[in-house]
């Protein structure tokens, strides 16, 4: 049976307009496959069409919560990718209906079709008896991924970094405007990942050169702390700030006090300065790869990829937050 060519396979991609979203399509169009990419907002998805020739990218409407829109993206598809997630609960886009039921709703549409190959997105930490809702509803993702499509292959990324991060663009932005950082979970440790080498593991899984039905953790070459990450972030913006532990009884109460301002400012609280009870949770626990994923070959290297370096990326794009930006005389990266 002849093998078909990427140009003549439609890949739907959840979630295609996000952060990691655009780098899997980017990498995907690069190896010749058309793109439909499935968000509530296709309107708002205009902006990936550069990335590719005329005809190869499109986006179509689908809210994971309503299945019927789900089966519609899903419908003449080869393959499928979900990277659909959040990190705070916003009105009806909660935990488990975008992780959970939502990713359930995927795979369902996907047995549906007869779509074998099927890419889940979670994430470190996902775990059924994690005490942060955000793990649990990962964990319920994945379960769904891998009962209704088997040969299913579910990446575990670490926090993300590139140019359109929220993690090292957030500290950034507050060291600009803070000169104290409470630091919650100052010794968490964490291993980043660049986004474009998760995107590459995506791709990979879809040319079908990733065994499926596993479940990949994916980390960066480096491990560090929450403190030595944002203590890098201050010396790369040339930013002198104190970096204060916060223990977390005190942190829990912190959080539970920002979620009742940003309840009664209807959501208007900066980005930079929202924190939940369930991120505290979450920052509870190290976000690195498991030994389990490293001595089975379930990760970066496993796959072939050797991973880039915080340093190799960072600085290009945190270079803005100096005093004087790009008119800085040593600007990072420059």
Partial sequence: MATQSPSSQLITVFGGSGFLGRHVVRALVKRGYRVR??????????????????????GVQANLRYPDSVMAAVKGADAVVNLAGI????????FASVQANGARAVAQACAAHGVTKLVQISAIGADRESASAYGRSKAEGETAALDLVPCAV?????????????????FASLARMLPVLPLVGAETRF????????????????????????????????????????????????????L???????????????????????????????????QVAMLES???????????????????????????????????FRKTGQFDTARAGG
């Fill in 244 to 278: 204060a532990k916060l223990p977390f009884p005190l942190a829990r109460l912190q959080a539970r006090v920002l979620e009742i301002v940003n309840a009664l400012t209807l959501g208007l609280l900066p980005a930079e300065l929202r924190l939940t009870r369930d």
């Fill in 286 to 320: 190290d976000n690195v790869v498991s030994a389990a994923a490293k001595a089975e070959g379930r990760g970066f290297e496993g796959i072939g990829i050797s991973p880039v370096s915080i340093e190799a990326v960072v600085p290009s794009y945190l270079w803005r």
């Fill in 87 to 94: 990190l705070q609960e916003s009105g009806r886009q909660s």
């Fill in 37 to 58: 990419v499935a968000v509530r907002r296709p309107d708002l998805a205009g902006f990936l069409q550069p990335l590719g020739v005329v005809g190869q990218i499109h």
């Fill in 154 to 170: 579910v990446l575990r990324p670490s926090i993300m970094f590139g140019p359109e991060d929220t993690f090292f663009n957030r």
């Fill in 191 to 242: 291993q980043p990942a660049f986004v474009g080498d998760v995107a590459e593991v995506v791709a990979r899984a879809v040319e079908g050169s990733i065994q499926g039905g596993r479940i990949y953790e994916l980390g960066g070459p480096e491990v560090k702390t929450l403190h030595e990450l944002v203590s890098y972030v201050c010396e790369i913006t040339d930013r002198s700030r104190v």
